[in-house]
């Protein structure tokens, strides 16, 4: 699992869920063949999902630390310079047959129902806050039988964490213990 990952994994169990990484999921779709008709199933994977009774979370997860950000260019009908490789980086979010499929899917294999899947994107660092304000709103739009898809920033994230920090709350999770340990060495200040 990579690193971001394991830290939106811990705020996701904060929610008491049951937190799984890399799940794929089949789904069918229509080649571009213009002389036949033809499917292909390919496996799409999603990088956090999340169970419990009442709901399935299914989260896609952008750390982008590294580099400029997440941009608008990553997804589709936000900025006209969008070529194909910027859009498949965000599939499922930009293919509505993927998504309805991934969708779908979940529901048949975990038992849910669709009503009950809830999407998300978590983002470590956007492009700029226009980005921001143009995904979280274009994504706002996106509505599946639970309702839109929800866009978490780095900022809530940490907060959902340190939330825990700042409890006496025993969690034995690597992240959550280096920031116990640094708030007991005094390397970590936390506000109230």
């Known amino acids: 699992m990579e690193g971001f990952?394991?830290?939106?994994?811990v705020a996701m169990e904060l929610e008491n869920?049951?937190?799984?990484s890399n799940m794929k999921f089949p789904v069918s779709k229509r080649t571009r063949k213009k002389d036949r008709e033809e499917t292909q199933t390919h496996g799409y994977e999603i990088d956090l999902v999340g169970a419990r009774r009442d709901k399935l979370v299914l989260a896609s997860v952008k750390s982008y630390f590294g580099s400029k950000g997440v941009s608008r260019r990553h997804f589709k009908g936000l900025d006209e310079r969008s070529t194909s490789a910027n859009l498949s980086g965000q599939k499922f979010f930009?293919?509505?047959v993927i998504r309805q499929g991934v969708i779908n899917k979940a529901a048949e294999l975990l038992g849910y129902d669709e009503n009950q899947i809830e999407l998300r994107l978590y983002v470590g660092k956007f492009a700029s806050e226009a980005d921001k304000t143009d995904i979280v709103n274009h994504l706002g739009q996106l509505h599946t039988a639970s309702g839109p898809v929800k866009v978490i920033d780095v900022e809530t994230l940490i907060d959902q964490v340190m939330s825990v920090v700042k409890?006496?709350?025993?969690?034995?999770?690597p992240i959550i213990s280096l920031l116990k340990a640094m708030k007991q060495a005094g390397k970590l200040q936390l506000g109230d």
């Open 5 to 9: 990952e394991h830290v939106v994994k």
């Open 167 to 173: 409890s006496k709350t025993y969690i034995n999770d």
């Open 94 to 96: 930009n293919d509505e």
């Open 17 to 20: 869920l049951i937190v799984t």
